[in-house]
Nanobody, 126 residues
Framework: VQLVESGGGAVQAGESLRLSCTAPGSTFDGFDMGWYRQAPGKDCLLIGSIKSTYSAVPSAKGRFTISQDKGKNTVDLQMEKLEPEDTAVYYC????????????????????????WGQGTQVTVS
C-alpha cells in the first residue's frame, strides 16, 4: 500500500500551501492518517492527524489544518502564514491505530518501518 503526496514546492514567507495525500487503489477507512515533517538536521515530527489533536510542532497550531475528504480518499494539510522554519520534507502517514501509537510523535528519521508512508514532498519557504 502506497501513499502519494502532492502540492509541495517553494513559496515566500507569509504565503499558503496545501498538501494532499491519497492512496491510489486503496482505502484507509477507520485508519488514522496524518502528516509528519523533517527539517534538515532535525527530528521527524508529527504535525497532526485526523484522529488526534496532538502535535509535536507547537508552531503549527493556528496555522496548519488537517482535513479528510472521504469522497476523494484524501487527507490534506493546509498551511498558512508559512515561515522559513517550516522548510522541510513533509510526509503523509497512515496507521490502523493512532499514529502516536503506531509510529510515534518524534522520530530521528522518517519514514520508518511502521504504518504506511508516502515518499515525501519538499516544502521550501524563503
Amino acid at each position: 500500500v502506497q501513499l502519494v503526496e502532492s502540492g509541495g514546492g517553494a513559496v515566500q514567507a507569509g504565503e499558503s500551501l496545501r498538501l494532499s495525500c491519497t492512496a491510489p487503489g486503496s482505502t484507509f477507512d477507520g485508519f488514522d492518517m496524518g502528516w509528519y515533517r523533517q527539517a534538515p538536521g532535525k527530528d521527524c515530527l508529527l504535525i497532526g492527524s485526523i484522529k488526534s489533536t496532538y502535535s509535536a510542532v507547537p508552531s503549527a497550531k493556528g496555522r496548519f489544518t488537517i482535513s479528510q475528504d472521504k469522497g476523494k480518499n484524501t487527507v490534506d494539510l493546509q498551511m498558512e502564514k508559512l515561515e522559513p522554519e517550516d522548510t522541510a520534507v513533509y510526509y503523509c502517514a497512515a496507521g490502523k491505530y493512532p499514529l502516536t501509537v503506531v509510529i510515534g510523535h518524534a522520530l530521528s528519521n522518517c519514514p520508518v518501518n511502521a504504518g504506511y508512508w508516502g515518499q515525501g514532498t519538499q516544502v521550501t519557504v524563503s
